[in-house]
């Protein structure tokens, strides 16, 4: 965690530096705020220019994320299983996939329009609202291998102008990330 926001400091620094007329050009901004509420609270935020980010995803060095790729664990879901589920869910069209029904929480997942939604309530209260645009799921599954492309769903979350993608509130944890 710390060596991700050494990166993103790292790429803010050297965005600080660039020419007025460069700010000027309207570029699609990601935004990612995380709130923890514990004894000693925490608040980070997280807001750079599209390209940035690009850039940050190529700097970090890991086993598991390389180029903006992120390898799965042998053990998780194959790729390739994942790519032939997709590929049957985006032919049906607008329905729901997926309800469970608690006492005190209830998770759904659809596909409604051109988005894939996935919204859990705890108590009757949001808990996790996920609206990713289905062309932003075709692009992370659209590399060879066994590795999802972060780099091309952040291009078709830019190309599309995603806006708002994921909030979760989860007791003393709130994140949202968005883009405009």
């Known amino acids: 965690m710390k060596k991700a926001f050494s990166v993103l400091a790292l790429a803010l620094l050297v965005g600080s530096f660039s020419s007025p007329v460069a700010a000027q050009k309207k570029e699609p901004w990601f935004h990612l705020e995380v709130k923890e509420n514990k004894t000693e609270p ?98 992370l599954l659209a590399s060879p291998g066994d590795e999802l492309d972060i780099k091309a769903a952040l291009l078709a979350m830019q190309r599309q102008n995603a806006g708002e993608i994921l909030t979760v509130n989860d007791n003393d944890k709130q994140v949202r990330v968005w883009i405009d």
């Open 42 to 139: 925490e608040y980070v935020k997280v807001n750079l220019p599209l390209g940035m980010v690009d850039v940050a995803l190529n700097a970090v060095k890991d086993k598991k994320f390389n180029k903006g790729r992120f390898k799965l664990h042998s053990d998780e879901i194959a790729v390739a299983d994942m790519k032939k589920i997709w590929n049957e869910l985006k032919k049906t069209g607008n329905a729901e996939f997926v309800t469970v029904e608690k006492k005190n929480e209830t998770v759904r997942v659809a596909k409604d329009g051109n988005y894939v939604v996935v919204k859990v309530t705890e108590n009757k209260k949001p808990k996790v609202d996920l609206r990713v645009p289905v062309g932003v799921v075709d692009a």
